[in-house]
C-alpha cells in the first residue's frame, strides 16, 4: 500500500479545506460572547496543521464548547492518504478507551435504578469470577476482598489488559487472548487467570470496564449494543456512534495508522480496538466508534450534571460521584502502562480526575475530568470553567501526547475572564 512522504503530507495539506458539516451539536456563540477570544482560538487550526505537515498524523478534528455554546470545531489534513480524502469535522473515528466513560454511564444508570449497587460483588452477576486468585511473589493466594462494581469502575479491581504490563500476569492475558470471543468468552478466560493486586489495593487499567459490559447484558437482559444505544446513545442524540459502521457510513470512516520503522505513516487494520465492520467482542472498554460532534453531546451532559437540552440522563448528584477521586494518595498519579502516567491524576468512576493541579504540566482547573483513546483521541471536561475540549485524531499507539497538551494550552490562553 502507497504511503506517502513527509514532503507530499506538507504539500497536499495546503490545498484541503475541510467540508462544513451542516449540523452543529450544540448552539454556536461567537467566542466573546462566553469569555473567549476569537483571534486565540484561530492559532488552534496552524498548530494542528504543524503535526499533519511534519507527518505525525494524517488529520485532526479538534473541538471547544464553553458555557454550553460550540465556539471552535475544526478538521485539518487528510482523512486517509492513498486516496488524498480530505478529513470532514464529521468523520467518523474509533475512539478506543473514551469508550470507556459510555460504558461507565450506561452502569450508572443501573446504579440509579437499584437494578445493582456499587457495592455488590461482581461474581452475584457474573460466577465466573467467583474463584479469582491473586498473583503474589509466593504463589497464588485468595483475595482478601470480593471485585466490586465501584472495583471495576474505578480500575482498582486487580484485572489487567496484557497490553500494556510486563507481568506475569500480563503474560498469561496475551497467551490465552481473552479477546478472541464475545463478552462471554472474555468473562470465561478472565475467570481462570490470576489478578495482578488485590481488589482496592492496586489500581491497574485492564479489562475492568469490558467486564462490567457483560454486567450490563446480565443485567439488563439486552446485548451491550443495543442497551448503549437505547438508554445511552440515541437519548443524548449521537447518531454516528456505535460498534461498528454501517455501509452507508463506510465513507467517513477515518483511516487508522502507526509509524512504520521508517518513520513515515502506514495504514493498519491490526487494530487494538474492535473491528469497525462487524465486531464479535462488542467491547464496553473500547469497541465504540464516534465522532466529535457526538462525543461533544455526551461530554456536555455530564458538563450539566446529567443532563442535556431537557433530557436527563443521570442525576447531578451522579455525575459528582462519577468525578470524585475514590483513589488513595498511595496509589496516584495513576499509571496506564510502563510509559503513560498522567502527573496529578487519580480515578473516579470511569474517568481520571485532577487531584493536584500544581502536578500537571497542562493548565487544568480544579475538579477537571478527562479519558483517551488508544488510538490517540483524547477529550477533558472542565467544570471550573465551564469548558469541554476534544483533540482526534487515528494514530495507534497513542505516541505523540504533546499533542493533546498543546491543544488545551492554546484553549486556555484563549480564555479572557478566567473565574
Same mark, same amino acid.
Given at each position: 500500500?502507497?504511503?506517502?512522504?513527509?514532503?507530499?503530507?506538507?504539500?497536499?495539506?495546503?490545498?484541503?479545506?475541510?467540508?462544513?458539516?451542516?449540523?452543529?451539536?450544540?448552539?454556536?456563540?461567537?467566542?466573546?460572547?462566553?469569555?473567549?477570544?476569537?483571534?486565540?482560538?484561530?492559532?488552534?487550526?496552524?498548530?494542528?496543521?504543524?503535526?499533519?505537515?511534519?507527518?505525525?498524523?494524517?488529520?485532526i478534528i479538534t473541538m471547544v464548547a464553553r458555557r454550553g455554546y460550540l465556539v471552535h470545531w475544526d478538521a485539518v489534513g487528510l482523512k486517509d492518504i492513498d486516496s488524498r480524502a480530505?478529513?470532514?469535522?464529521?468523520?467518523?473515528?474509533?475512539i478506543c478507551s473514551m469508550t470507556k466513560p459510555i460504558t461507565s454511564v450506561g452502569i450508572m444508570l443501573l446504579v440509579e435504578e437499584g437494578a445493582l449497587s456499587l457495592d455488590d460483588?461482581?461474581?452475584?452477576?457474573?460466577?465466573?469470577?467467583a474463584?479469582?486468585?491473586?498473583?503474589?511473589?509466593?504463589g497464588l493466594v485468595p483475595p482478601k476482598r470480593p471485585i466490586t462494581i465501584a472495583h471495576l469502575l474505578s480500575h482498582t479491581s486487580g484485572l489487567t489488559y496484557g497490553l500494556f504490563g510486563e507481568t506475569p500476569v500480563d503474560s498469561l492475558y496475551r497467551r490465552e487472548d481473552v479477546f478472541s470471543g464475545d463478552l462471554r468468552n472474555l468473562v470465561?478466560?478472565?475467570?481462570?487467570? !490470576?489478578?495482578?493486586?488485590? /481488589? &482496592?489495593?492496586?489500581?491497574?487499567? $485492564?479489562? *475492568?470496564?469490558?467486564?462490567l459490559g457483560r454486567v450490563i447484558e446480565?443485567?439488563?437482559?439486552?446485548?451491550?449494543?443495543d442497551f448503549l444505544s437505547q438508554r445511552v446513545l440515541e437519548p443524548m442524540g449521537m447518531t454516528d456512534t456505535g460498534f461498528y459502521a454501517s455501509p452507508e457510513k463506510a465513507d467517513r470512516l477515518m483511516t487508522l495508522y502507526r509509524t512504520g520503522a521508517d518513520g513515515l505513516l502506514e495504514p493498519t487494520n491490526a487494530s487494538e480496538c474492535s473491528d469497525p465492520f462487524g465486531p464479535a467482542l462488542l467491547s464496553g472498554g473500547g469497541g465504540l466508534l464516534s465522532t466529535a460532534p457526538d462525543y461533544l453531546r455526551f461530554a456536555q451532559m455530564l458538563l450539566n450534571g446529567g443532563e442535556l437540552e431537557g433530557t436527563r440522563l443521570l442525576q447531578q448528584e451522579t455525575v459528582e460521584m462519577m468525578r470524585t477521586n475514590r483513589l488513595?494518595?498511595?496509589?496516584?498519579?495513576?499509571?496506564?502502562? !510502563?510509559?503513560?502516567?498522567? /502527573? &496529578?491524576?487519580?480515578?473516579?468512576? $470511569?474517568? *481520571?480526575?485532577?487531584?493536584?493541579?500544581?502536578?500537571?504540566p497542562i493548565p487544568d482547573s480544579d475538579g477537571v475530568f478527562r479519558w483517551l483513546g488508544y488510538a490517540s483521541t483524547y477529550f477533558w471536561?472542565?467544570?471550573?470553567?465551564?469548558?469541554?475540549?476534544?483533540?482526534?485524531?487515528?494514530?495507534?499507539p497513542g505516541t505523540h501526547p504533546e499533542l493533546e497538551v498543546e491543544f488545551q494550552t492554546l484553549v486556555y490562553e484563549a480564555i479572557t475572564d478566567n473565574r
Open positions: 500500500m502507497r504511503i506517502l512522504s513527509i514532503v507530499a503530507i506538507a504539500t497536499l495539506m495546503a490545498s484541503c479545506t475541510p467540508r462544513i458539516a451542516s449540523d452543529s451539536p450544540l448552539p454556536e456563540r461567537e467566542p466573546e460572547a462566553v469569555g473567549m477570544a476569537r483571534a486565540r482560538l484561530d492559532r488552534i487550526r496552524p498548530s494542528m496543521q504543524r503535526y499533519v505537515n511534519e507527518g505525525l498524523v494524517s488529520g480530505a478529513l470532514r469535522r464529521d468523520d467518523i473515528l474509533r460483588p461482581v461474581s452475584r452477576y457474573l460466577p465466573e469470577l474463584g479469582l486468585e491473586v498473583h503474589t511473589t509466593r470465561e478466560e478472565v475467570g481462570g487467570l !490470576p489478578l495482578v493486586g488485590h /481488589p &482496592g489495593e492496586v489500581w491497574n487499567y $485492564g479489562v *475492568s470496564t469490558d467486564v446480565i443485567v439488563s437482559g439486552q446485548r451491550l449494543d488513595p494518595e498511595s496509589l496516584i498519579p495513576i499509571q496506564v502502562g !510502563p510509559h503513560f502516567a498522567p /502527573p &496529578g491524576y487519580g480515578f473516579g468512576l $470511569g474517568f *481520571s480526575v485532577l487531584t493536584d493541579a500544581d502536578a500537571t471536561i472542565d467544570p471550573e470553567e465551564q469548558l469541554v475540549g476534544l483533540v482526534l485524531t487515528q494514530l495507534e
